[in-house]
């Protein structure tokens, strides 16, 4: 009997018993869901730790970027072209690991790259 519970086990069929016998099936599906979520977020905190190196003119570009500038008014601003400006964000959003210009202001402050105290 324990080698059927066993294999039983091993193709995940075992019935796991609850952490408390009073919540619901549906509760416990959302618990795990909850720890898996945790665990995705501490492994992107983990991502965080790596060395995020920008260029002097990455950060100028960024520091632009979180007073709300629009890539045009960056690149006046600095005296550049839009198109490289854009080159520029897109080069911090690789190194940040984001997509978008609200993820890469959480990340830059996060990983104190930028001084938001004076926005």
């Known amino acids: ?3 059927y519970i066993r294999q039983l086990d091993c193709i995940g069929l075992l019935l796991q018993p609850s952490r408390d016998h009073g919540i619901s099936r ?4 959302r618990e795990d ?3 898996k979520e945790v665990a995705v977020e501490l492994r992107e905190d983990i991502r965080d730790e790596k060395v995020v190196a920008l260029t002097k003119r990455e950060i100028e570009v960024l520091s632009l ?8 008014e960056v690149a006046n601003a ?7 400006v854009d080159f520029h964000l897109a080069r911090i959003y690789e190194k940040l690991q984001v997509s ?13 790259l930028v001084d938001v105290s004076l926005l």
Do not use: F, H, I, Y
């Open 1 to 3: 009997m324990s080698d």
């Open 65 to 72: 970027v979180l007073e709300g500038k629009s890539s045009r």
């Open 100 to 112: 978008n210009r609200v993820q890469a202001m959480r990340r830059a402050a996060l990983l104190g």
């Open 26 to 29: 549906e509760e416990s599906e």
């Open 33 to 35: 869901r909850e720890e």
């Open 78 to 84: 600095l005296v550049c072209s839009k198109r490289t």
